[in-house]
Every structure is written in structure tokens, then in C-alpha cells.
């Protein structure tokens, strides 16, 4: 092959992008006055021919996509990981003066009994102290994306964080925790069973697993698409630093799998994989951390590069859902808040 | 301010750019006479931002080159295959992996440690395939593999860093192919550095399509780095030495970085190197502070984003610069790195 034409090719693919993002401006900004529509990050940010799948909805949003959306996005996926965290080492959620911002503003869905949101009982200190550092991580990710997002920053929207067999969303819907709902899709546990994050260290890091893999993939993702320099700089670090988290994570499953009497931490983390690969369309973007005899601890392609989503791929995953047209489910009862919220086709 | 080497260097790199220039003229021609994409050479600014972009690239690929023969070798026992050690003569000759003699760069002998074994052969095949990657991206443009210098000897890199870092030797040398221990230690030298280059550089790359790559790449460091901090931190506990080594090599980084705090973008700070060494973590969540001991396994700022440095500051690293004149050459690079950006920043 020819190595300039290569080069080449790499550099127009980009030109490609920068045309498909003015394409996106000029078709969401087109959608929203013919239909009072939405602005979907993933509608057009990858796709240059102009063919869109756009969803009304009730309420008219801001086009065309811009950083404060992509960073809003972001926000929306550390309100679901910082709680997660604080919830597992320190026993409740993310600080009221936290919580406020544009859009619905939620609460957490703790459920009862077993599987409910409550600080977990470490038994090895490490992993107890694992987790503070990335709690902490998080928080701080929390603060800094509202400071930088100041009076554009949304809500914290309404968020399952439960393994409970059944909690009630603010809708009155009765539906399984989250985690379980997830367990379950993934054939991880029995219809009936449920699986509780908060019960002791390997489910907690199975739950990480659940939620950190994606946050990875998410920021990977969006990477490319923010515009501003300094967000650029700030978003990398934020990669960086929940890949750190996830290297830790999937490093200590794997240690846990070969220190296990039973090989089943392997077989749930591949049925996870799956089941969230088979949630965001055909691209894979998504793996296990292997075999006991070949561990897989970073998710890359055929280059070493680390996998990444669109928004739009992210949405399926935490809503639990494949569907075109969802705009809540799965982690979040209520949906998401900002302008990235109902998914679209996949490539 | 200027001295003989820098201006030397600074010579040295606008003939570079030169040559680079015209390869890149002489590829947009061709591209232009195949019908493909002519707009992205339409102005000497893009031509200005691609060659910047070549420059960074090929700055990492200079330390991918480095990464991967280390842990190339520390897994198997030789280096990178020769069909990826060749490139662009016009940017710096190419230069062989000096192993050493009393204690080569060898095969780490991981027997009783498994965890560790896999960590080495998952990066080793993630580093080559970033240097697979990279070339390619780079096609023509492609640095050449420089001299490198990954000898584990009383007079290698290894050895003056941690004699610079004040970390007690073994018969007055520090091996990393010695133990896995001692690789791990080894392992930390890069790895916390390949990170914060990819960070610092996200955002000076202009090209969205490279943007995208680099955000792959740098994840997957800190995947890497998050697997060696989060192994070094668990046996820590029992072997404290190799907490207290991190706290010196990081040091000694933070010594001979030359970084400064500037906001950016790239932000960088001047002290912001970390060890692993626990810290008190207090977590403010709905219920008040919690109070409690944290790990440190991802070298954050404040704000939870990791930390990042300059390709100048970097170079201080891997040359080993004690002085405060800016190097051109030294530690892992003897003959200094290929490319654009081969002068470290003065501090």
C-alpha cells in the first residue's frame, strides 16, 4: 500500500469529520425549526451523509451541539459514578449543593433490604482504599464540570442505584434496581435473583466494572468532537484519570478470578461485556478482562487504542436499552438532563 | 539563554521542517491528482498545524519506541521486530537498543508472580501495536527507532535515575529485569511519564482524526499505569520499599522536569508528581466527611484530572537532565530523540 495515500487517508477522514460536524450544525439546527426537535451529539457527529433519524419531543432544545453539551453529557455520567462511590465507601450520596442545575432535578433511588445503596463492608482495606481515591476522583470531577459548565451545568437527574428486587421511580413505575436489571440481561444471575453491588467486595467491583468501563468509553468518545482547547486538555486528563480507575478495576477482578475457587468472575465479566456490546449496535466496544490464563485488562482495538462510544452508545448502555427513540430506563428512571438524552439508530 | 546544543537543535529542526514540509506538498500533489481530498492543504496554516501535529506524533513515537522495547524485552527477552525500527532519515538516523552487558535487558523471570506476568505481556503487545499504529498514522513522516538505552548495567539509564532518585541500589545498580519487583519499578519510570505526555499534548493537536488516535493511546497508558501504580500500592503493604521508591523517583521527576504551574492549555503544575505512598482522603458526601485513608493510584491535580507536561518537560525526563541548561540528549536517549521536538525545555 501506499504510505502517503495512507497518511492521506487518515488526514481526510478527519476533513470528513469536520465536514460532517458542520453538516450536523446545519441538519440539527434544520431539525429544530422544522419540528421543534432535539440536538443529538451522535446523530451526526460521525455520520457525513446527511440522513438523520430525528425524534420529536416535547420539549424544544438548543441546537447546534456545542462543548457545553458534550460536557453536560459528561456531568450526567459522573452523577451516576460519583454516587455510586460515595454511596460504597461513605453510606449516601453526592452533597446537596451538588445536586442543583438546568433540567429535572432528581434524587437517588436508594432501594430497601437487600441490594439497597448503603456502604459496603470491605474486607480487604486495599480495595476499601481503592475506592475513596476514586470517590474522591469523582467528586472532584463533579465540582470541576459544573464549575467550568457555571450557570449552563444541568441537574443532577433522578438515578437507580439500586440492586433491590424492586424500587419505585419518582413515576410511580415499579421496577427492578438497576444493577439487577443489568445482572439479569447479561445472564449474570437467574430472572429471579438479584444482584447486590453493595454486598462485599467482588460484587462492588463488578458494579464498578458495570459503570467505569462505560465512563472510559464515553469520554474516549468524545474526545475529537469538543472544540475548545482548554476543555480538550481537561477532558484528556478526566480520561486519564478514570482509566487509571479502570486498570485498577479490572486488574483487581482479574486478581480476584485467579484467587477464586470458581473461574465465575471471568464468565460474568464476558456475559457483561456482551450484553452491553450487544445494547450499542454492531461496532465493538466493548471486552472482558479475558482468561485466567490470558488476562485482557485494557479494552483496545487492533492498534492498542482504548474503545470508545458515542454519546448516543453510552445512552443504550445506561438506559438499558437497545431501542431507538429511549429516552429514559436502566440507570436513569427519568431520563438524562441537556440536549444529549433520546437515542438514535446506530451505526 | 541560548547555548551551542540548543542552537544547534533549533537549526537542526527548521532543516527538519523543511524536509517534512516538503513531503507533506509532495503527498497532497498526489493525493490531489488521485481526486481525493484537496481542501486540506488549502492554506498554509493547515500545512503550518499538520506539520505540528507530525511533530507531536512523532514525539511519542520516540518514547512508544522506548516503552515497547523495555517491556519487549522484559517479557521475551528481545526487542521490536526490524520491519518498525526504520523511518524518515531526513528527521534523525536510526539507532540500535543498547542492552548492556552485567545485566542486560533480559526476560523478567515471573515465576510465582502470574499477576505480573500477564500485566507485562498485555502492555508489551499494546506498546508495539502503538508503535505499529503511530508509524502508520505517520506513513513517510515516521521517525526512525533513535538509540536507546534500556540497560539494566551500574553505567545504564535505570541505574542513574535511581541513584538520582536516591532509591536504595543493589551492588550500586538498579535492575529492572532483576525481580518483578523490580520491573514493576521499572515499569513506573514510563509510565506515569507517557501519560502526562499524551495529556499535555491533546489539545496542541489540530487535527480532530489525531485527537481521536491520541485519546485511544493515552488511555490505554493510563490504563497501563493505573495496573502498575494499583500493583505497586497492593504490595506496598508488605514490602514498604517500593512505596518509598515511588515517593523518590517521583520526586526526583518533579526535580528534573523543569515544569512550571501555567494554566494552558496544557495546564501543568510544578510540583504535581505523585508516588503511591496512602493518603488521608476525606470524602464530603451528603452525610458530612467521612474521614479515612485513601490510596493513591492515579496522580491527579485537585480536580481529579491528571496531571500533564509538555514534550520539553518530558524530554527533561527521559534524558535524565539533572542540569538546568535544556539537553538535547542523555539517560534513555543517548543519542537523543528523531524528530521535530528533540530539545528539552530549559529550566
Redesign the interface.
Known sequence: MN????????????????MARRNFIRMCGGAAAMTGGLSLLSACGDDDTPNPVVTPTPTPTQSPVTDADILNFALQLEYLEGNYY?YA????????NLRTGAGFQGSVITGSGEGAARAVNFSDP?I???A??I???????I??LRTQLAGAAVAQPSINLSGSAAVVTPGGATVPGAFTAAARAAGVIGAAEIFDPFANDINFLIGSYLLTDVG?SA??GS???LTN??F???S?????????????I???L??LG?SAPATSIFDKIQRISDSRDTLDGATDTDQSIGTAG?????P?????????RTANQVLNVVFLNAAVGTRSGGFFPEGVNGNIRTTIANP | MFDDAQLTGALDRRVQRREERREFFKAAIGAAAVGASSVVFSSAANAQAANQDIDILNFALNLEYLEAQFYSYAFSGSGLPNNLLDGSTAQGARGNVIVGTTNPARAVNFSGEPLIQQYAREIAADELAHVAFLRTALSSAAVAQPTINIAGDADGPFTAAAAAAGVTLTNGVFDPYASPDNFLLGAYIFEDVGVTAYKGSSSLLTNNAFLDAAAGILAAEAFHAGIIRGALYRRGQTIPALVTASEQISNARDAVDGTTTQPGPPQTYADADQGVAPLPTPLTTERGTSTGTGANFVPTDPNGITFGRTAQQVLNIVYLNTANAAATLGGFFPAGVNGGIRTSAAK
Not at chain 1, 135 to 141: F, I, K, Q, S
Open positions: 504510505d502517503k495515500i495512507d497518511f492521506l487517508a487518515t488526514i481526510e477522514k478527519a476533513e470528513h469529520q469536520r460515595s465507601v461513605a453510606g449516601g450520596g453526592i452533597p446537596a486495599i476499601a482504599q481503592y475513596r481515591e470517590a474522591a476522583d469523582e467528586l472532584a470531577h465540582t470541576f472510559v469520554y474516549r474526545a475529537r468532537l482547547k482548554a480538550i486538555d481537561a484528556a486528563g478526566i480520561l486519564a484519570t478514570e482509566a487509571y480507575h479502570d486498570g485498577v479490572r486488574s483487581s482479574y486478581a485467579l490470558n488476562a485482557n485488562l485494557v483496545t482495538d487492533s492498534n492498542g487504542l482504548v474503545l470508545g
